[in-house]
Nanobody, 119 residues
Framework: QVQLLESGGGLAQAGGSLRLSCAAS????????MGWYRRVPGKQRELVAV???????TFADSVEGRFTISRDNAKNTVNLQMNSLKPEDTAVYYC?????????????WGQGTQVTVSS
């Protein structure tokens, strides 16, 4: 079994910064892409940023230039550094990892962590 454990998040003022971290553990042979998504109540979950095993990153237009994503393949972790936060960044943020267990590739999700940005 695989688990994704998220940490970070919380409350920040507009213009401030927060850092999210996610660690994968369990039956892992290889992790392909890792990323962060977010969901606002009443809306669909949306991609925030994704990073490949080769550290190629893609960002949503809404966070480009403000957020950075990084990963440590040796530790099976992915981080999201969020700078210049805006109230519209308020959401529940979810970590996602595409994991190969030696036989199959599955998508795994973290439990979600709340980020609230006050104006």
């Amino acid at each position: 079994q695989v688990q994704l454990l998220e940490s970070g998040g919380g409350l920040a003022q507009a213009g401030g910064s927060l850092r999210l971290s996610c660690a994968a553990s369990g039956s892992i042979f290889r992790i392909n892409a890792m990323g962060w998504y977010r969901r606002v109540p009443g809306k669909q979950r949306e991609l925030v940023a994704v990073i490949t095993s080769g550290s190629s990153a893609t960002f949503a237009d809404s966070v480009e230039g403000r957020f950075t994503i990084s990963r440590d393949n040796a530790k099976n972790t992915v981080n999201l550094q969020m700078n210049s936060l805006k109230p519209e960044d308020t959401a529940v943020y979810y970590c996602k990892a595409e994991i190969y267990d030696g036989k199959y590739v599955h998508d795994y999700w973290g439990q979600g962590t709340q980020v609230t940005v006050s104006s």
